[in-house]
């Protein structure tokens, strides 16, 4: 019985030596060990064995059973190492790898104009208005003292929709929205940016749809110098560099006076050059002292408060910040155009 156990335990922990997954590990455990298993089958035939060799073959037998638990254990831990090792050299990831790109998009060349303006103006306690694109007449013209004669009222100069509305023209509609709103109260400080419509035919530098942003100012007192103070303040900042501005007399039926303000050109400084068709200047918007009957008609006394207003197209702003030659590109959607301006 002796031989048998020795000759078991031999063959027993060869087996469990030369196993490779922990589920043959687990069959050898139930063929040597389990209640069925070699060892507990051997030692059934305690019986036949002489009293005196009993507790002999007894704790040979334990020793085994405990030999055999050690070993199925160490090879156990053994293969559990190997398996966690086969899994992390499986999942290791390369980190250094370049990751897949995924495209983003930017901001649009003349929103981010437009951004720039509403940020230098906020800077400059103004509030950000908004009105319809789809606009009374009265609203786009009458409000603003424009005649039943004036040209831009001209069914082929503005889109209308019935003889009483049309697409808005200007932004100088919100001026008197914003003034009805504040119902008489001072200061209105405000400017308006958004989308306005001509039946302009297209080129270089038209479209029939493009972008304006209006100001507008009302207060007591307020006079023409804080127009050109404000005004050149807002161009230095813009274009980031120092300029010279100028006014040159205008005429828009709801400003009295009227001017437009050149800068000096952001290209060649003033010298002349093609930007500026060798004159130095160039003009950026329109601007004026509010007309007395808009003021009224939007119920300020025009005895008591006094406002300036303005008028700018940032389409054409961003051809001369940017360089750009042509205001189409704007409104076509080549991403070609548009990703050059992924760090704006
Ligand atoms: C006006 O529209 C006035 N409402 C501006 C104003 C407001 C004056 C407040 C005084 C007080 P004007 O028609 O000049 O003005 O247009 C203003 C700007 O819009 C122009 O300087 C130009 O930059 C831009 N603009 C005009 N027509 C077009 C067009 N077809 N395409 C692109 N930009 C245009």
Same mark, same amino acid.
């Given at each position: 019985m002796k031989d048998r156990l020795q000759a078991l335990k031999e063959e027993a922990a060869s087996s469990i030596e030369s196993v490779s997954t922990l589920e043959q590990l687990k069959d050898l455990r139930v063929r040597y060990l389990g209640k069925k298993g070699e060892l507990t089958a051997i030692l059934r035939g305690m019986k036949d064995v002489s009293p005196e060799e009993r507790p002999v073959i007894g704790s040979l037998a334990n020793e085994i059973r405990s030999f055999l638990e050690q070993e199925i254990a160490a090879k156990e831990d053994q293969l559990e190492r190997e398996a966690l090792e086969d899994r992390l050299r499986e999942e290791k990831?390369?980190?250094?790898?370049?990751?897949?790109?995924?495209?983003?998009?930017?901001?649009?060349?003349?929103?981010?104009?437009?951004?720039?303006?509403?940020?230098?103006?906020?800077?400059?306690?103004?509030?950000?208005?908004?009105?319809?694109?789809?606009?009374?007449?009265?609203?786009?013209?009458?409000?603003?003292?424009?005649?039943?004669?004036?040209? @831009?009222?001209?069914?082929?100069?503005? &889109?209308?929709?019935?003889? #009483?509305?049309? +697409? $808005?023209?200007h932004t100088s509609p919100v001026q008197v929205r914003s003034m009805e709103a504040k119902e008489g109260r001072v200061p209105v400080k405000i400017i308006c940016p958004g989308k306005v419509y001509r039946r302009d035919d297209d080129d270089a530098t038209h479209s029939h749809q493009f972008t304006q942003?209006?100001?507008?100012?009302?207060?007591?007192?307020?006079?023409?110098?804080?127009?050109?103070?404000?005004? @050149?303040?807002?161009?230095?900042?813009? &274009?980031?560099?120092?300029? #010279?501005?100028? +006014? $040159?007399?205008?005429?828009?039926?709801?400003?009295?006076?009227?001017?437009?303000?050149?800068?000096?050109?952001?290209?060649?400084?003033?010298?002349?050059?093609?930007?500026?068709?060798?004159?130095?200047?160039?003009?950026i918007l329109g601007a004026g002292m509010v007309h007395p009957r808009v003021l009224e008609g939007a119920g300020y006394d025009s005895e008591?408060?006094?406002?300036?207003?303005?008028?700018?197209?940032?389409?054409?702003?961003?051809?001369?910040?940017?360089?750009?030659?042509?205001? $189409?590109?704007?409104?076509?959607n080549d991403l070609r155009f548009l990703r050059q301006f992924q760090s704006v």
């Open positions: 990831l390369d980190v250094t790898l370049p990751g897949k790109p995924y495209p983003v998009g930017s901001i649009h060349p003349l929103n981010a104009v437009i951004e720039q303006v509403e940020d230098i103006f906020i800077g400059m306690g103004f509030e950000v208005a908004e009105g319809p694109e789809v606009e009374t007449d009265s609203y786009n013209f009458e409000a603003l003292n424009i005649p039943k004669d004036h040209p @831009a009222r001209d069914m082929q100069d503005s &889109f209308y929709i019935t003889p #009483e509305i049309l +697409l $808005r023209t942003v209006e100001g507008l100012v009302v207060d007591r007192g307020i006079a023409m110098s804080e127009l050109h103070g404000i005004l @050149a303040t807002f161009a230095e900042k813009l &274009f980031g560099m120092k300029l #010279e501005t100028r +006014l $040159r007399p205008s005429f828009f039926p709801f400003t009295e006076p009227s001017v437009e303000m050149d800068i000096s050109c952001v290209q060649c400084g003033g010298d002349g050059c093609r930007m500026c068709k060798n004159s130095g200047w160039i003009e008591r408060y006094t406002g300036f207003a303005f008028g700018m197209g940032p389409d054409r702003i961003a051809l001369l910040k940017y360089g750009i030659d042509d205001i $189409r590109h704007f409104y076509t």
